[in-house]
């Protein structure tokens, strides 16, 4: 294989290993790129609560305080 080939399908695989990463730490639920769209439903992670997921859902805010009170019980 000639450098240049080897190069190419380096650059090539770097920059779709980056944009998987991407995508699979995205907290998204629709993805629009490169001229392709996805939706997709969003795993959530142990350390998320119920109260993060209502935040998102809401897209409000809960005071940390409240929040300490709220998850303790």
Same mark, same amino acid.
């Given at each position: 294989?000639?450098?240049?080939?080897?190069?190419?399908?380096?650059?090539?695989? /770097? /920059?779709?290993?980056?944009?998987?990463?991407?995508?699979?730490?995205?907290? %998204?639920?629709?993805?629009? %790129? %490169?001229?392709?769209? %996805?939706?997709?439903?969003?795993?959530?992670?142990?350390?998320?609560?119920?109260?993060?997921?209502?935040?998102?859902?809401?897209?409000?805010?809960?005071?940390?305080?409240?929040?300490?009170?709220?998850?303790?019980?």
């Amino acid at each position: 294989m000639s450098p240049l080939t080897i190069s190419l399908v380096a650059v090539i695989g /770097t /920059t779709i290993s980056g944009i998987l990463t991407t995508l699979f730490h995205s907290r %998204c639920s629709k993805i629009k %790129c %490169c001229g392709m769209e %996805c939706d997709r439903e969003v795993i959530h992670t142990k350390e998320e609560t119920d109260l993060d997921r209502f935040e998102k859902e809401h897209n409000v805010n809960i005071n940390s305080e409240i929040k300490e009170v709220l998850e303790s019980k």
